[in-house]
Every structure is written in structure tokens, then in C-alpha cells.
């Protein structure tokens, strides 16, 4: 799949934390970029953190207008990401639908269908019955605690396998020179003059030019 390589004692850019994003930056920087001389650190395993526990959605029903154009320009790159990295994600295209259940809800949701139709993407809202049409299981009670007003759908939702994105991203960047480490816990930010010169790690100094961080609350 990919190497598993001695960390060199410096990079021109140190990426710290292996998820989809922390891979998905050293493949970008070497295909778009042709930096190569790059090392993704892990403390644990590959997709062990954030990135194997999340609900493998992939959307861009957001609010914010610059949330828009950029969550539909990932989507339109995961639709096409199985060929780029010849590794297949398990991408889905299957839609998404979340239910309204207040004012408030419905209220946003219209305010968030209006922002995302300016920027071309598709979100509509869905009465009671068109629900019941998509989603046949669905109990449309009145009498459930908090009951379903109605939906909004977005068609081009779709989910991924996330510990794919992993694999596929470790294995291109690999194949274009990136050092993918696992087992090497950054423990603290070298800086001098007020710049970062390099990383901490168990296992030992690593210099680096630039250092990224792809990390969340908890890693693996």
C-alpha cells in the first residue's frame, strides 16, 4: 500500500495528524504543487482519529455564503476522486434529507435553500408527503414527541467510505514521494526568531521549513 519510512531529519513540509485532511494535503501539495520533500505524522494509525468517526457524509448544505461554493467544489472533487487516486472510495451519490420539526428549523432551512441556490446548488424543501414519498418507513405520527413538519433535500449528498479516503490519499501521496509516518507522536513546535524550524516527535527532532496541522479535539 505505502512505505513505512524512517522519518529523514528535515522536510521542506511537516503535516501533522494522518486523516483525510492531513493526507489529502500532502497529496494535493505534490500533484498541484510538486512539493514532494513532505511528511505526514501520525501518533497512531492511519484514519484512527476524527477521520474513521464520523458519519462518512459528504454535503454542502451550509449557511454561510463562502461555505457554499467551496463544500460544492469538495463534492464535485469526491465525485471524481476514485479515478484520481485509482482506489475506490465507495462514493454514493444517494441524497440526504433532514427533517424540519419547528418554526425555527423550517425557517433556516429556507434561509439556508435561498443561499445555496444563488451559488447553484440544489437544496429543496419537501412537504410532509413528498418525506413519506422519499422515505416510506417514515412515521409521519402527529403524535410523536417531536413530529416531522416537513424535510429538505439536498440530491447530490453522498456518502464515502472514510477510512477509504485514508488508504486512497496515504497511497498516492506515497507514490509521489511523501513520507507517510505512523507511530510518531509530535510532542512539541520547535521555534526560533519567531519562526517554526521543526517538530518534537518520539521519535526524535524533525526539522521542517513549514508545519500544517490536521488535527482534532482528540486524536487516535
Not at 482519529?49 to 454561510?64: H, K
Amino acid at each position: 500500500m505505502w512505505r513505512s519510512p524512517d522519518p529523514k531529519r528535515e522536510y521542506d513540509v511537516v503535516i501533522i495528524g494522518g486523516g483525510g485532511h492531513g493526507l489529502g494535503a500532502a497529496y494535493f501539495l505534490a500533484k498541484e504543487h510538486g512539493i514532494t520533500n513532505v511528511a505526514v505524522l501520525e501518533k497512531g494509525w492511519l484514519g484512527g482519529g476524527n477521520t474513521g468517526r464520523n458519519t462518512m457524509t459528504v454535503r454542502s448544505n451550509f449557511l454561510r455564503e463562502d461555505s457554499v461554493p467551496f463544500h460544492e467544489m469538495s463534492l464535485d472533487l469526491y465525485h471524481q476522486l476514485s479515478r484520481d487516486l485509482n482506489y475506490n472510495l465507495m462514493v454514493s451519490q444517494r441524497g440526504m434529507i433532514t427533517f424540519i420539526q419547528s418554526s425555527a428549523a423550517n425557517r433556516i432551512a429556507l434561509q439556508m435553500a435561498n443561499t445555496m441556490h444563488i451559488y447553484g446548488a440544489e437544496y429543496r424543501m419537501l412537504t410532509l408527503d413528498e418525506v413519506k414519498q422519499k422515505i416510506p418507513i417514515f412515521d409521519p405520527s402527529p403524535n410523536m414527541r417531536l413530529p416531522v413538519r416537513g424535510g429538505v433535500y439536498q440530491p447530490r449528498a453522498s456518502m464515502v467510505r472514510h477510512d477509504a479516503v485514508a488508504w486512497g490519499f496515504a497511497r498516492a501521496a506515497d507514490a509521489r514521494g511523501v513520507d507517510i509516518i505512523q507511530n510518531c507522536e509530535v510532542t512539541g513546535i520547535q521555534q526560533e526568531k519567531g519562526a517554526v524550524t521543526g517538530v518534537e516527535t518520539t521519535r526524535g527532532l524533525i526539522k521542517a521549513k513549514k508545519v500544517g496541522m490536521a488535527v482534532a479535539g482528540h486524536g487516535s
